[in-house]
Nanobody, 127 residues
Framework: QVQLVESGGGLVQAGGSLRLSCAAS????????MGWFRQAPGKEREFVAA????????YYADSVKGRFTISRDNAKNTVFLQMNSLKPEDTAVYYC????????????????????WGQGTRVTVSS
């Protein structure tokens, strides 16, 4: 069982930056692909970014490419999402997720492929 706890959300003006963190429990974190998803009010949960177990491959939604960066520190059981040039449309609850397929060379962009989820952290971008 893996527990995920997100932090780092808050209120920021358009053009600003935030760094989200997701701390994971358990000794198998380093073998899992990790993803970030978000859900805006009245909308479905959508993929934001993902990273494979080693950190060597990353994936991004077109809407955040060039502005967001996903990274991980396996020694600290933590995955990060650096968000720059934030826009009001980035306003959402951001969720961290873990795919318990060990040492996969790819990371999924589908929420249904992830097995563990955090409670989410809210990001609000004002115009």
């Amino acid at each position: 069982q893996v527990q995920l706890v997100e932090s780092g959300g808050g209120l920021v003006q358009a053009g600003g930056s935030l760094r989200l963190s997701c701390a994971a429990s358990g000794r198998t974190f380093s073998s899992y692909a990790m993803g970030w998803f978000r859900q805006a009010p009245g909308k479905e949960r959508e993929f934001v970014a993902a990273i494979i177990w080693s950190g060597r491959s990353t994936y991004y939604a077109d809407s955040v490419k060039g502005r967001f960066t996903i990274s991980r520190d396996n020694a600290k059981n933590t995955v990060f999402l650096q968000m720059n040039s934030l826009k009001p449309e980035d306003t959402a609850v951001y969720y961290c997720a873990a795919d318990n397929t060990w040492y996969s060379s790819r990371a999924s962009t589908r929420a249904s492929d992830y097995d563990y989820w955090g409670q989410g952290t809210r990001v609000t971008v004002s115009s």
